[in-house]
T-cell receptor, first 114, second 113 residues
Framework: NAGVTQTPKFRVLKTGQSMTLLCAQD?????MYWYRQDPGMGLRLIHY???????AKGEVPDGYNVSRLKKQNFLLGLESAAPSQTSVYFC?????????????FGSGTRLTVV | LAKTTQPISMDSYEGQEVNITCSHN???????ITWYQQFPSQGPRFIIQ???TKVTNEVASLFIPADRKSSTLSLPRVSLSDTAVYYC??????????????FGKGTKLSVIP
């Protein structure tokens, strides 16, 4: 049982390039989330999804797009990367919205934009 | 969204009990209190969750007073491997009905040999 898998683990981009981060979960969770973590800032929610085909904005959505075409996958896209998007990105999933059963996080993607 | 306040850092010697207190004065009636642990270069890991009184599992205990305006995570007899950042979170529902968690900066626990 893999849990939440993020690919790639590391990436270096040049300013203006685009890329997609993939998050896959095998727990049949309904809810999925993308966070970014910067030094001294804790985790900040970028976008989230409450089910297949749905997406919603979180706290810091600008410069990112997401898609949830399949229940098990949640993609985070950067159309034109900027140095301010250098960060560690974490994907998470959860089972229910009625009670909090605990989020399961991936191991993160470390992105550097030069 | 309910805001939480916890100490930025704590130090403890190996073998001691560590208590990390979190305040959440504007917690809502339906909110649960959840604690996560994060090691360097890893994603946060769920530790424990509670609504009121006391909850205990194999890792920690969570104490919540009757007014629920604060909570205390208790780690018994810490070891070097407990060195991590600990986050206190209070759940909140967004307008879309999703159950989002807001992560603060957490408490960096350093266990000293």
């Amino acid at each position: 049982n893999a849990g939440v898998t993020q690919t790639p683990k590391f990436r270096v981009l040049k300013t203006g390039q685009s890329m997609t981060l993939l998050c896959a979960q095998d727990m049949n969770h309904e809810y999925m989330y993308w966070y970014r973590q910067d030094p001294g800032m804790g985790l900040r929610l970028i976008h989230y999804s409450v089910g297949e085909g749905t997406t919603a904005k979180g706290e810091v959505p600008d410069g990112y797009n997401v898609s949830r075409l399949k229940k098990q996958n949640f993609l985070l896209g950067l159309e034109s990367a900027a140095p301010s998007q250098t960060s560690v990105y974490f994907c998470a999933s959860s089972y229910s919205n009625r009670e909090h059963y605990g989020y399961t996080f991936g191991s993160g993607t470390r992105l550097t934009v030069v | 969204l309910a805001k939480t306040t916890q100490p930025i850092s704590m130090d403890s010697y190996e073998g001691q009990e560590v208590n990390i207190t979190c305040s959440h004065n504007n917690i809502a009636t339906n909110d649960y209190i959840t604690w996560y642990q994060q090691f360097p270069s890893q994603g946060p890991r769920f530790i424990i969750q509670g609504y009121k009184t006391k909850v205990t599992n194999e890792v920690a205990s969570l104490f919540i007073p009757a007014d629920r305006k604060s909570s205390t995570l208790s780690l018994p007899r810490v070891s070097l491997s407990d060195t991590a950042v600990y986050y206190c979170l209070v759940g909140a529902h967004s307008g879309a009905g999703s159950y989002q968690l807001t992560f603060g900066k957490g408490t960096k626990l350093s266990v000293i040999p």
